[in-house]
């Protein structure tokens, strides 16, 4: 289909390891967003791209957490040295187009499930 | 900051019973209104959406409208069936990013 893909659908990581969290958006949407979902909770707001400029990482929970769009297409997530802590589903949206964009409809991927022994 | 509320759950109904889900907001000015579904095993869906004040959103038999002097955007249903059973989130947008709430989980039984 068109829509929002992620990879993996689950990631289980031992405590320390560093993981990687891909989002493959809509083809020609500039705008790229990540959320972390945990248990019980609704999405909270992690990072913004549009196209390649990582415009907000203010919702990043610490410097463990990195985001990145070299080629303003494909997104990748990686948090390094795993805590308990960011055991949580991270979702990817996609929006059309950039700028405030407070009307656009972002498209949400299936997520990725962290699970952090 | 910003930020939304909305009921606890979950919400358990028999099928073609009217349905009410509550949120309320806090915002400076008037953003964008959202309600979003969660199907078990799949991904956020936009159900519908206002975007400005007495707005009314509605997409497959839901309904909602912009309360600017109550600050809600209450989420309708008027006969639900079994299929409707999901995770419902109410979100503003804060200029690009979107604020969402803790979600309602809807249980429809036959």
């Known amino acids: 289909g068109a829509g929002v893909s992620q990879s993996p659908r689950y990631k289980v990581a031992k405590r320390g390891q560093d993981v990687a969290l891909r989002c493959d958006p809509i083809?020609?949407?500039?705008?790229l967003f990540w959320y972390q979902q945990a248990l019980g909770q609704g999405p909270e707001f992690l990072t913004y791209?549009?196209?390649?400029?990582?415009?907000?990482k203010s919702g990043l929970p610490s410097d463990r957490f990195f985001a990145e769009r070299p080629e303003g297409s494909v997104s990748t997530l990686k948090i390094q040295r795993t805590q308990q802590e960011d055991s949580a589903v991270y979702l990817c949206?996609?929006?059309?187009?950039?700028?405030?964009?407070?009307?656009?409809?972002?498209?949400f991927g299936p997520g990725t499930r962290l699970t952090v022994l | 900051g910003d930020s939304v509320t909305q009921m606890e759950g979950p919400v358990t109904l028999s099928e073609e019973a009217f349905l009410t889900i509550n949120c309320t907001y806090t915002?400076?000015?008037?953003?964008?209104l959202f309600w979003y579904v969660q199907y078990p095993g799949e991904g956020l869906q936009l159900l519908l959406k206002?975007?400005?004040?007495?707005d009314k959103g509605s997409n497959k038999g839901f309904e909602a409208t912009y309360r600017k002097e109550t600050t809600s955007f209450h989420l309708e249903k008027g006969s639900v069936q079994v299929s409707d059973s999901a995770v419902y989130f109410c979100?503003?947008?804060?200029?690009?990013?979107?604020?969402f709430g803790s979600g309602t989980r809807l249980l429809v039984r036959p």
């Open positions: 949206a996609s929006s059309l187009a950039g700028g405030s964009g407070a009307t656009d409809t972002q498209y």
């Open positions: 083809s020609g949407h500039v705008s």
């Open positions: 791209f549009q196209n390649e400029a990582q415009l907000d």
């Open positions: 915002a400076t000015g008037y953003p964008s």
């Open positions: 206002a975007t400005k004040a007495d």
């Open positions: 979100a503003l947008a804060s200029s690009y990013k979107l604020i």
